[in-house]
């Protein structure tokens, strides 16, 4: 079954520190995604990969920065975290079919204060 | 602008009611439309997708048009649970391809009363 996991699944930061999150696909799929929704939005897009070493600007990059160890891992870095940062954050992974099918992880909270 | 829009943006059913949720576009291409269900604090769960100019698919009690004439879509809900309390979120895809990208709705928070 198709499966992503996040961690951590909540975290509380303090403005200007760093915080990682992390994302592990079992899927073998060569996409993958950084969201994050906040309330009366659809999902956007932060950065995206398409394979192990390769990283995308999304809709929204600013303040995050990505990383593609390898095929099963994709990471989304703040650097400098601030209070509007506070969001929850959904990983997804994809692959290349006529369809696009996406499965996401039950996202990380991040509350940044 | 918002390229997705989803309507109502809530709604309040009774149990074995059932209900039409609807998605408005403007993204251009649309290779793809899929709906997605999301329980509170959980993760987006695919309940169907849509490809054809004009398609309709059935996956249980939900089924789903397409028409990309109209760039419409509807989720239809029949006889509805007290687990199909969640959010419903409309996402179009513009490219079938790795270079696609997915436009999502704000969503329609649906509850379920006994």
């Known amino acids: 079954e198709a499966a992503v996991t996040q961690s951590p699944r909540n975290k509380v930061a303090v403005t200007g520190g760093k915080v990682t999150l992390s994302c592990n696909q079992t899927n073998n799929h060569n996409n993958m995604y950084w969201y994050r929704q906040d309330t009366g939005h659809g999902l956007r897009l932060i950065h995206y990969s398409y394979g192990a070493g390769s990283t995308e600007k999304g809709d929204i990059p600013d303040g995050y920065k990505a990383s593609r160890p390898s095929q099963e891992n994709f990471s989304l870095i703040l650097e400098l975290a601030t209070p509007s940062q506070t969001s929850v954050y959904f990983c997804?992974?994809?692959?290349?079919?006529?369809?696009?099918?996406?499965?996401f992880g039950k996202g990380t909270r991040l509350t940044v204060v | 602008k918002t390229q997705v829009e989803q309507s109502p943006q809530s709604l309040v059913v009774r149990q074995g009611e059932n209900c039409v949720l609807q998605c408005n576009y403007s993204v251009t291409p649309d290779n793809h439309l899929r709906w997605f269900k999301q329980d509170t604090g959980k993760g987006l769960v695919s309940l169907t997708v849509l490809v054809d100019q004009k398609d309709k698919t059935s996956n249980g009690r939900y089924s789903a048009t397409l028409d990309k004439d109209a760039k419409h879509s509807t989720l239809h809900i029949t006889a509805t649970l007290l687990d199909d309390t969640a959010t419903y979120i409309c996402v179009v895809g513009d490219r079938g391809s790795a270079l696609g990208r997915l436009h999502f709705g704000a969503g329609t928070q649906l509850i379920v009363i006994p």
């Open positions: 997804a992974s994809g692959e290349r079919s006529k369809n696009t099918e996406v499965f």
